[in-house]
Structure formats: C-alpha cells, structure tokens
C-alpha cells in the first residue's frame, strides 16, 4: 500500500477511490496532523479527534456535495473541511488560519450554514428534505448531531417534524457521552441504555419519536461506519443511525480529561500542558473566575444561593472542583437555554436567589422566557452576562454585541453594566440580595478591570447616574465597559482645557431623567455602548434628548455579523478609541 | 343527594368533602356554567370544556395550594378559576370580565404564573420542585401540559430536566388529540400508540426521557382520575399521567369540530353558529383573509411558494379548505416556532420560496434561529407578523408590539410596515418572488385597511421613503399602521395653515438617509410607530438626527406589559390621536 499524501486530497472523490486499508491509512494521518495543529494553534480539540472516522465514512458513502450533510454546532468539522478542499490549512502552519472553525458556506459548496449555535441542524435538514421532496429530487439529507446538543429544543422540534417527512432523511446521533462538560438530562440514561444493549433496549427514544434506528457501537471504526452509512443511504423513511464514539480519540489527555479538551488553547502534546506564554498564576484575572469565587461566598453565606448553567459551566468558572464545592447549589441543565430560564424563574418562585450566567451569543436562544416567565411574572431571578462585548469572541455565530439591543428593552428587566470588577461585584451583591426584580449583569469587557474610584451602591433598583465628573457643555455617557474609554478621553479634553461631564450610567434599560435634563443645555452629549447602535442604550438617550437642542452622538458598533475581526481595527472603526472620542467632542464644539 | 349550589363552592375545601356522585353532578353544573358563559362571552371552549374532570380531580386529590399546579398556557383553567374563589366570574353575567383568560397571580395564590405562551409549564414547575428539594419541603409539584403543547421545544426540555429530579414530580400529559389544529409530529404517532394500548406499548416517549408512566384511557371520568392522582400524590420520583381526555366535551358541536371551537366568539349553544352583530359576508376584511388568498394565488403561479405556521393555521387565514387546497404547499410543523424558522432556512436554501406566518407574540420564540440561521446565513425567506399592533391581541401574555424592536435590530433582516392592504400586498409579492435577503413584513393593524394613492414599488431591498406629501418646517413620519394617524394630523395641520412633509417609511431596520437629511433643518421631526418606543424605529431616527438642530419627538408605546388594556385609551396616553399629534407639532413650532 502506497504511502498517504494528505496534500493529494482535494476533494471526496479522492477518498471514494481508496480501500478500506488505505482510508484506514488517512484516518491515522489525518488525525496526527490535526494533533499537530490542535497543540499550536488550539482549537475543538475532544469534538475534532472523536468524528475523524465518522466524516471520512460520511464523504466515503455519500454523494457529497449532492447529498447534503448538515454538522450541528460544526464544530466538529475539521476532518470535513480536509476532505472537501482545504488541507492545507490543516497540514501548513502558515495556512492555519485561512478556515473558521465551523462549516462556511463562503468557504466551500460542501459546508451548507454558518452555524456555531447547537442543536439546529436536525430542523435545518428537515428544511433541506422537504424542499428536496416538494421539488422531486433523490439526494440524501443528512444531519449530524452530537449527544450534548440533543437536549436543546430546537433539536427536538426538528426531530419531532423530521418523523413525519415520509421519506429520506438521516440523522446521525454522534453519541461520545459528553457535552462540552458532562450530559445533564433524562434523555442520556436512554442513550446509556441503548450503549449498553447494542442498541437493542425496548426503551427507545429515537422510535418513541417515530423513526427507526440502527446502532453502531464502533463509531471509530471505519468499517463499521461505512457498512452502517451504505445500508441507510437512500433508506426511504426518517432514520437515526445512532454511533458511538470516543471524544478526544487519538490524544491520551483528551480521552482522560474530556472537559478540559473540548476547546483548549496550544497544549504540550505529550503532557496536555497548555503553552501559555505567562505562567498560569500571573494570567489576567478574568470574569469567569470572579464570578465563582464571587459565587460560592454567596452561597455560603446563604443556603438559597444557586448558580445555574446552561451547559457551559467553565464560562461561569465553575470548574468540577467548584462544581464538587457548590454542590446542589450548582445546576447544570444541559444546552438547554430556555429551561435554563424558566428553572430560575421556578426555583425564585420558591423562595430560592437564582444565579443563570450566559454567553453573551447564548442568551438570546431564551427570549421569550426571558419576556414571559422572568419578566411579566416578575420573578426575581439574576442573569449575569460573559463574553458581552467587542473585545469577545469574533466568530461571526459568536458575536457578544447584540445583548444590550436584545434584553434592555424587555419591560421589568433591569439591565446593569458594571464598569469594573469591583462594581460588578457590587451590582451582582444587591442582585441576589433582593428578591424584588429580574436583573441582568453584564461582565465588563473580557479581562477583569479594576477601578476603585468609582462609586458602589447598596441598591440599584432606580436608575441613578453616576456623574464622576462634572464639568460643561460636553457630556461623555461611558457605559460598562466603554467607560475607561470616556475617561481616557475625558483626560485628553481636559489637556485641551475642555472639561467635560463623565458619566457612568450603571443601567442601560431606564435613563435617570434627572442626570439627562442636567444636559439640556449642554453643546453635545456622546454616548458609548460595547453593543450595537440601533436598539441599543445610547438611542434611549438620543431620543430623550431629541426635542432639546443639545447634539447627541451615539457611538457603538455596526448593526452587522462580523467574523473573526481585528478587535483594535474594529474599534477605531466605531470612533471608540479615546483619541477619537475627544476628536468627536472637539468637532461638536465648533 | 343535595342539589349543587355552585355560589358555594368558595376554595377547594368546599369540594374534597364531597362524595363521587356529588362531584359528578358539580362536574355537569361547572359545565353547564361554562357553557352558558362561553356562548354569550366567548373564549377557549374546547380546552376548558375537555378538562373540567381534571381539574376538580387534581383540587380533590392535591392539596393546593400548597401543593402546586402549573397549567401550560393556562387557556384550560377556567375550571380552576370556578374552585378556587372565582365562581362569580362563570355564574354571573355582571361579573364575566372580572377574571383574565389565563391563571393570574394578581387574582388568586391559586395561580401561580400569568402564562400565555405554550410548553413552558414542565420547566417552570422544575423550577418548583427544584426549590422545595433544595428547602426539604414536602409539597407535591405538578405540571399539566397537553398535548399539542409537547411539541415546543422548551416543553422537552423541561422534560429532560425534570426527569433528573430524583423527587416528586408530576407531569399531567392532557392528551385530547389535537392542537388548536391537529397536531403535527413525529411523538403523536407514539401518544395514539399509547392510547391504542391501553398504556401498555413498549414503544413509550416518557418513559425513554426516564419518566415512570401511568395511563388513564377515561380522562373525563373522575373516578378514574381521583384513583389515578391518588396513586402518584407524595409520589417520591417524576411520573408522567397521561390522560386521554375529549376536548369541547358537552358541547357536541365543539367535540364535532375542535378546531373551530379551540377558540370561540359568542355562538348559538343549538348551533354553534357564530353569534356575529353583522353577518359573516359583511365582517370587515382582516389579513388572515387577504394573506391566505394572495398565498394561495402565489402558490399557484409559482409551484416553489411554501406557507409555513407553527400550529395556528387559522391566523394565517388557511381554514380547512384551504389547507387542503394548498396541498403539499402549506405546512404545519405543530407548536415548533423554532423549527418553523429553520425549516424555512432549509426549504429556502433547497431552492423554495417559505412565508411563514406569526402572531407577533409568538415570534420572539424563535430569536436565535431568526439571527443564527436566516439573517446570518441570509436565506431568502419570508415572515408575516399577524396581531403586530397595539389594536392587537390585549392580554398581556399576547401584546403586539414588541416585534418591531426585537426583529428591526437584528442584521441582514429587512423589516417592512406596510400601511394598507395594497402595500402589504406589494411587499409580500416581492419578498416572495426575491431570492437574495430575509424579509419580515407586518400586516398593518388588525382590520385591513385600504389606501389606493400609496406608491407601489416593484423592490423594496432598499429603504426608500415615499414623501407622500411635502410641506416644509414639519416631518411627520408614520410607520405601518400609524401611518393612518399622521395623515389625519397632516389635514389638521394643514386646515391650521402648516404644510407639512408626510413620509411613509416603509422599511423600518434600515434609514433611507437621504430622505431624512431632507428633514435636517426642518423644526420638528415626529415619528409615530405601532410598537413600543424603546429599541423601536422611531429611536434610530432621533440618534441618525441627533447631531442636527431639528427636534425629533418618537411616538409610540411604553415599555411595559399592559393587561386588557382599552385600545382608544392607551392611544391617547401614547400621544397617537391625530388631534395629539397635530399638537405636538404646533407646540414645537412655537
């Protein structure tokens, strides 16, 4: 058998060519270069090395990009995107970044959606089988979905139509026992159940929702895989093929340590060590370990203190250690936003002070309880925002800016921007001391920022503006984490012998009315949000001010999906740098 | 046996004293009540009508309130109302509006949530449940969800979760074999199984989510049910009870058409037959009517048109008939807004042209799949907004006017508001017939209104204002619906000597800035929308004008969940009349 060049891989077809010995062949290569990548460059390292097999069996069997393959989350997809096309960026450092990390359509004509939400691609597929069928086309539908995204609703609204589409459509379960920390939910003891019976258990959800089932329980294994995808391929019903597979497969430490290499940073390969360039210790304080710490003192000092996740339980850093630590005080539901919600709105009913902390991009799967069973029920539960900034993630599925528009508008939802980790604190104190009101938290920006200068309260049930400095005819609204920017520019007028007012307006969802009319008659009021503009904080104050004659300038970001940006670029774009703001305020004077 | 008196039954106290052929005959008085009040009044016949057994079992057996109940949507607990306290309200014409349609915390601790929205009740009652764990309580948790509500995703995962309680946990599964319309979904072919067997069959949805499971085939009988909630009271693990109920039962035209009389105005109790002021022919012309005839046309021109609704196909005007008209072109996906979104995005990509139809209440179920997976991935597909209004739906489970800041702000997404009947005709015709962008178009209020001198246009990817009339010193720009009241205020205005500039803005997510730099050095800018005012049109418009010296006052509605508001009253205390309006503009030119 001759030797695997990965470089001679441009497409399925070359694949489809190959004997099982030789594809056996490429799945070894193909994971070691993965390996090599993944421990310089960081990455969905556990979903990646678990899905080798299954997506070369995937593109082996099926007529891709004809036969459609939707991947849930897609993060799963770096095998797929060495198989259709894009090797290089896999195998040459200096290509590493020339892919997302999830499917992408402006990529490839084999990658359908841009997707980083999970538990979509069930419902998305069934769109693709439905078209196919009202249009007359044979091609196979497929969706991929991991074990941990089935417990989002989507998953089983999709799941639930998809049964009755009478005709093709395969779903693959990609069951490796794992969400990104461990399953939480009723449905993982079936799955258990079928694990351990080979399939054969009478207790059956995938037919209990009304389609038939085949089981592999070999789901690294090549051939397994390809018999099982050829006997479904063209099947004429809805059909869960349900594999079994090792997350991490391939790297020591991350068959070990699943949690911790769902997504890591560079790592040593041989110890798993992250390759960090400061030593762990002196790395910057961030929000997530703030708020465990902050958390636990909480609830020790009061038995009704609950944190709650939505299956990401590191973000809120509540590691297994704090996990064990917290005890039943600390919840995770499983990808499961919305029932994340209504539990906080159950358990505040009962008398309990809960704690749900989101990715800023997560947030908003839970609208319409936010809306109904938080707010018009007037529960006092507390929400606390990470990653809600521009300076978070910047994948375009990923964005941290569109929190603000989203939650503040909500009737009853009191939605506070700390400007620095000691306000956090402080906001997030009083949050889950009453027991009157929905709070949101929002982190500020992404690395913890102190300032001991700024002014704590006990209370923040009223909006109350905090006027750091006062001054004339130039009002600079700094909200959360744009704060040091106005301050920063507020120095630089000052130089120029301009002294203006800064504010901190600590509540973006109701304007102190007070601390506004105070500027009525200033020259110009400019506002800054780490959010988008429209629908955003700074256009209740534009508005507010509108029949005064004070000019209002409302800075923030494009209402757009940007991807993978350049946070520094970005920012000058927005007229958000400190020397612009000043400039802002200087043109407004003339 | 004494005769009932219902005036009598003051708690459920009154009724766990009675025997079973006292219950029996309370059962017919309460249905008979309800009857007599749903045929003057109106209301939700068959839900309520299906469950009145039910609920007196569940007050017979449960000691509420300390045990707790928590009814999904809660459109099925006027039997409840009648137990606990608010008999009057069934009993006595005077006092018909004195309760709301749904459970409400502000009129009994009976209630324990304002819930309107569907499949939230088993995450809520987690919630609960989770809470009495956490204190030691004893009580027992229910939930009562049925069965066209499972098939919302956060009815499932309520589900997931609950099942890993450990503790009592109660989940009533009222299974009456329909949804407003049928049902639609891949676990109905296992909820009839069941039923089938009696409860026996293998093949079992609860169970597979880790559920222990008991039937009741008689679930209007109350022996069955008394015998039944007995055995699971104290229950120390989750238990679904699935009980097969008959909806609109006693009223045999209900049981003969129970999607006609899910939901029902005043009728004949002999006939069923709608008790209209006016005769069905002369009723004003609403956008269920117009949308559902112009989709039918549309789908016959173009074999790629797909109407999409998430069980309410009688709001997007396709009764029966046309259902059946529509053939394979119109599809239910059953109570799934997310999945219906994302079926969209799938049938879009496939080369289909999907409408999918919402009232506005129900839309924001689906947020993140709007941004993730249509705006993000820009498929061309269209949503309607049904009830997108003020003069919409009042109860504050339903309120309209929300829509425009949580869709309008979202990229890539063109929101339109068309202002009559001719316009919203326009504008759908070239969503639908585009493939190239996202379009959500609102109907313009609640009764379709005509306006043959608006400009029409071929392409409305572009936000381009109609300058319908044009003045100088006054800008009045009404959006959709308001725009009706801004002429009005232009002719008082113009009667006054004042000529105004009147815009129709048509596309309410971008600014046409050309038009509204025509606006710059003008007195006052007004801006009327049919929404709240926070997040909304109006706010983008003051901040794009907020460095210029014209005043900008937004008109619209406060944030705030209004309950069975009066519709000509809130207009007033929002500034909308044409009388207002014109007044606000004579008070800025001062």
Not at 12 to 37: F, H, N, Q, W, Y
Request: glycine share 10%; aromatic share 8%.
């Amino acid at each position: 058998m001759k030797d695997i060049d990965l470089s001679e891989i441009k497409s399925p077809a070359d694949i489809r060519k190959m004997s099982l010995p030789e594809l056996t062949k490429l799945a070894g290569e193909m994971r070691g270069a993965l390996l090599e990548k993944l421990s310089v460059h960081g990455g969905h390292v556990g979903p990646n090395l678990g899905m080798v097999e299954a997506v070369i069996a995937l593109h082996y069997v099926f007529d891709t990009p004809e036969d459609k393959i939707v991947f849930d989350v897609s993060h799963q997809t770096y095998p797929h995107k060495m198989i259709t096309g894009r090797m290089e960026a896999f195998t040459d450092p200096a290509h590493y970044d020339d892919v997302t990390g999830y499917t992408n359509p402006s990529e490839s004509p084999y990658d359908l959606y841009s997707l980083g939400h999970t538990s979509s691609a069930v419902a998305l597929a069934a769109g693709l089988a439905k078209a196919r069928d009202l249009q007359g086309g044979k091609e196979n539908v497929v969706a991929v979905i991991g074990d941990g995204s089935l417990s989002g609703g989507v998953a089983f609204e999709g799941l639930d139509y998809g049964a009755t589409l009478g005709s093709n459509f395969i779903v693959i379960v990609n069951d490796n026992q794992m969400s990104i920390a461990e399953n939480h939910g009723g449905i993982y003891a079936d799955l258990r159940l079928l694990r351990n019976t080979n399939g054969t258990a009478d207790n059956n959800l995938f037919r209990a929702m009304g389609y038939s089932y085949r089981y592999v329980n070999y789901g690294n294994d090549l051939k397994s895989l390809i018999d099982m995808f050829s006997s479904v391929k063209d099947i004429d019903h809805p059909v869960v093929v349900h594999i079994n597979t090792m997350k991490g497969m391939g790297l020591p430490v991350a068959e070990a340590d699943k949690e911790e290499f769902h997504y890591a940073g560079p790592f040593d390969l041989k110890t798993g060590a992250p390759l960090h360039e400061e030593a762990p210790q002196t790395a910057p304080e961030d929000y997530s370990e703030l708020f465990a710490k902050g958390m636990l003192r909480r609830m020790k000092e009061n038995g009704k203190v609950v944190a709650i996740t939505a299956g990401t339980p590191g973000v809120l850093g509540f590691d297994k250690a704090r996990r064990k630590e917290a005890g039943k005080q600390f919840i995770d539901v499983g990808i499961a936003e919305q029932a994340a919600v209504d539990l906080a709105s159950g358990l505040a009913k009962g008398g309990m002070r809960p704690v749900v902390g989101f990715v800023s991009s997560f947030l908003q799967r839970a609208y319409d309880q936010f809306s109904q069973d938080i707010a018009l029920n007037k529960q006092a539960a507390t929400f606390v925002v990470f990653y809600g900034s521009m300076f978070g993630m910047n994948d375009e599925t990923h964005l941290g800016f569109f929190d603000i528009a989203l939650l503040s508008n909500i009737p009853n939802l009191i939605y506070l921007a700390p400007t620095c980790k000691e306000e956090f604190e402080a906001m997030l104190d009083w949050a889950v001391k009453q027991d009157e009101r929905a709070v949101v938290v929002r982190t500020p920006g992404s690395v913890a920022v102190s300032n001991t200068e700024i002014e704590l309260l006990d209370d923040y049930s009223k909006p109350t503006y905090e006027i750091v400095r006062e001054g004339d005819g130039v009002g600079l609204i700094g909200a959360g984490s744009m704060f040091g920017f106005m301050q920063q520019a507020a120095d630089l007028l000052a130089q120029q012998g301009v002294n203006v007012t800064l504010i901190n307006p600590r509540n973006l969802s109701e304007l102190d009315t007070a601390a506004l009319d105070s500027l009525k008659d200033y020259k110009v009021v400019i506002t800054a949000e780490d959010g988008i503009i429209d629908g955003g904080y700074g256009q209740k104050v534009a508005s507010y001010l509108g029949e005064s004659p004070v000019k209002v300038v409302n800075l923030g970001l494009p209402k757009e999906f940007l991807n993978r940006y350049n946070y520094s670029e970005l920012q000058k774009r927005c007229g958000l740098t400190p020397d612009q703001i000043a400039q802002t305020a200087m043109s407004a004077l003339k």
